[in-house]
């Protein structure tokens, strides 16, 4: 009985140590599986994730330690992270408010560059203004006068004037980075027909401001001065004048929706046909689209669509970049405004109308388009001079005002994502 | 007379075995969506059963959720906020980290932006500790770059 005893005994025993053990061991398989799922992220993954974050959130990371702290120099990455920010398009205005009791001295106006989400204004309903309350964005602030001439893949171009110089410098508002100045080879308010245009130089992969200004002589051919400054460079390039006179040049317009078009890769004007023709002629048939190629730096003839109404310049026409198509608005008859589209770039045949809407709708004349969905369902619309800004939906006809920003006046600008690309 | 789904290719199932000895079924279909498994697939036949050494029971399924959804089309952004609404921060990570192992390019791509949103409320230290990243900065040089960057740490919610 005794050794039978014992024998149990040790047999209990046993399996008790042998449980604990097994227990013991399991609880180490255990622990390697959850380390081998815990596994440590590779380079590859962390930079997968970190390509999703808003750009501040990139810049906070770069504390992180040194590999983080020079990702955002990384060409690839910056590429991966613009991919992504792409689908965060954004619009941006100039808000200003003024200071001082007379609204004519433009001096006394502060301004402000400002951004509105479009995906939140589309799918939420809801009207996302940011920088509003910023210092840091702002632009104009007497004597110092600013305004933004463009922006592409988050890098904005900015005239600058603080008397008596007068220069350009690139912005990245994301990162919080600005260039060093580059002055301007002229005075604006000498030369009064001019322009500024930004854009994206695919073959080179630099980006370009192109300036120009006409000297327009009633008793001799119109004369341009076309330079263009390319981001790492360290001066302005002589290009070919311009071959036509642009149409704001000649009706003396000095909107900034006029600016030359940034279209990839290119630069676009509307331009009379003949650089002989009677101003009073400017007729929108009587029009060209001008077309600077940023790679070759030469010039080509976009023609407009056959059997366009004549269309006086009452209203100019405005080109408008919408649904990756460069395209134009014009005004019909004072009662309705027409969408023109250029399905394939420098096709005439691929010219496509796509609106012809009344102002009925909108109780306002002289709309730009903003911003066109996807589906082709949503149209953003907006009256800068008259602080009006409408959402459009095509389907059913109906218009629905936005506020942009209370109490101020608002000047419409670009599409603006957020990205990492350097401003030198 | 009612009849089942034939047994076409596309109900048939493919066996997987996870790396702590589990087994677990999943359409054809789904598994074509894991580019892993499809490459398994090829390489071994689809009537043997797929090791995944890399891949646990605790995930696993999650996983096959996500595709099963994924295979009739009903995948919505108010079913992924659902899928990772009770998941913590480490719990996406293996799952991440398994979507990557198991090339499930949807899933994968779903759960970056995932973890890239929870991240951008966090701390510098937290990152660090979640990527299990050692910080290479001296305290000299880090709080430099602290104050280089304060605008950008406005607004940071502390340290969980």
């Known amino acids: 009985m005794n050794s039978l005893g014992r024998i149990l005994e040790f047999g209990y025993y046993s399996i008790l140590l042998y449980s604990i053990f097994n227990s013991i061991l ?22 997968e994730i970190v390509s999703w974050l808003p750009v501040k959130y990139v810049m906070q990371l770069r504390c992180v330690n040194k590999f983080f702290n020079t990702l955002v120099f990384d060409p690839h990455f910056i590429q991966m992270h613009l991919s992504k920010s792409t689908q ?30 479009i995906p939140d204004l589309l799918l939420q309903n809801t009207v996302t203004i940011s920088h509003l309350s910023d210092s840091y964005y702002r632009l104009s602030r007497s004597p110092h006068y600013r ?17 008596p110089d007068q220069y350009l410098y690139f912005w990245n508002p994301a990162m919080r980075k600005e260039s060093k100045r580059i002055p301007l080879f002229f005075d604006i308010y000498i030369n009064r027909n001019f322009d500024f245009s930004f854009g994206y130089d695919n073959s080179t992969q630099t980006y370009k401001v192109v300036a120009f200004y006409v000297e327009l002589n009633s008793d001799s051919n119109p004369k341009s001065v076309v330079k263009v400054f390319s981001l790492g460079d360290n001066s302005w390039r002589d290009v070919q004048c311009l071959p036509l006179v642009p149409l704001y040049c000649l009706l003396g317009i000095n909107d900034f929706h006029n600016e030359g078009m940034h279209f990839n890769g290119t630069i676009n004007w509307f331009a009379l046909d003949d650089i002989n023709l009677d101003r009073s002629a400017a007729a929108l048939d009587r029009c060209v689209i001008l077309s600077l190629d940023l790679s070759t730096e030469t010039y080509t003839k976009l023609l407009l669509p056959r059997g366009l109404d004549k269309v006086p310049a009452g209203y100019p026409p405005n080109l408008v970049v919408l649904m990756d198509c460069l395209g134009f608005c014009h005004d019909f008859d004072k009662t309705h405004f027409v969408i023109w589209q250029m399905k394939d770039f420098g096709v005439q ?41 409408f959402i459009y939906n095509c389907r059913d ?7 942009i920003a209370d109490r101020t006046n608002w000047e419409l600008g670009n599409y603006y994502v957020e990205s990492l690309v350097s401003t030198d | 007379m009612a009849q089942e789904a034939s047994s076409s290719t596309s109900s048939k199932t493919i066996s997987l075995k996870t790396g702590d000895g589990e087994i677990f079924e999943i359409e054809a ?21 797929i090791p995944l050494h890399n891949v ?10 996500y595709y099963k ?28 980290l398994a979507a990557n192992y198991l090339d499930a390019n949807k899933l994968f791509e779903f759960l970056s932006q995932n973890i890239a949103d929870r991240l951008e409320s966090k701390s510098v230290e937290y990152v660090r500790k979640y990527f299990g990243v050692e910080n290479d900065f001296t305290p000299e040089e880090e709080s430099k770059l602290r104050e280089e960057r304060a605008w950008s740490f406005r607004g940071i919610k502390e340290d969980e």
């Not at chain 2, 279909?29 to 059963?49: C, E, N």
Request: glycine residues 4%; proline residues 1%.
């Open chain 1, 26 to 47: 399991n609880k180490e398989k255990k622990k390697s599986i959850e380390e081998a799922s815990a596994a440590i992220f590779s380079d590859d993954l962390m930079v």
């Open chain 1, 88 to 117: 965060n398009l954004q619009l941006s205005f100039t808000s200003f408010e003024n200071n001082s009791a007379d609204f004519t001295k433009s001096e006394d106006w502060d301004s402000r560059w400002i951004t509105l989400s």
């Open chain 1, 147 to 163: 305004w933004v001439i463009g922006s592409c893949n988050g890098l904005l171009c900015v005239y600058g004037n603080s008397w």
């Open chain 1, 349 to 389: 045949e691929s010219w496509l109308q796509l609106f012809k809407i009344s102002y009925e709708n909108f109780a306002r004349e002289n709309l730009l388009p903003l911003y066109l969905s996807e589906n082709g369902d949503t149209l953003v619309l907006g009256n800068d001079r008259h602080r009006e800004a």
């Open chain 1, 397 to 403: 006809n109906k218009v629905e005002k936005i506020k």
């Open chain 2, 29 to 49: 279909s789904a598994a074509k969506q894991m580019k892993t498994v499809q490459r398994l697939i090829d390489d071994l036949g689809d009537d043997i059963t």
């Open chain 2, 56 to 65: 646990f029971s605790k995930e696993l399924p999650k996983i096959i959720e």
């Open chain 2, 69 to 96: 959804k994924d295979i009739t089309g009903e995948i919505t952004k108010d079913f992924e906020a659902e899928f990772v609404k009770d998941l913590n921060d480490d719990e996406v990570k293996v799952l991440f």
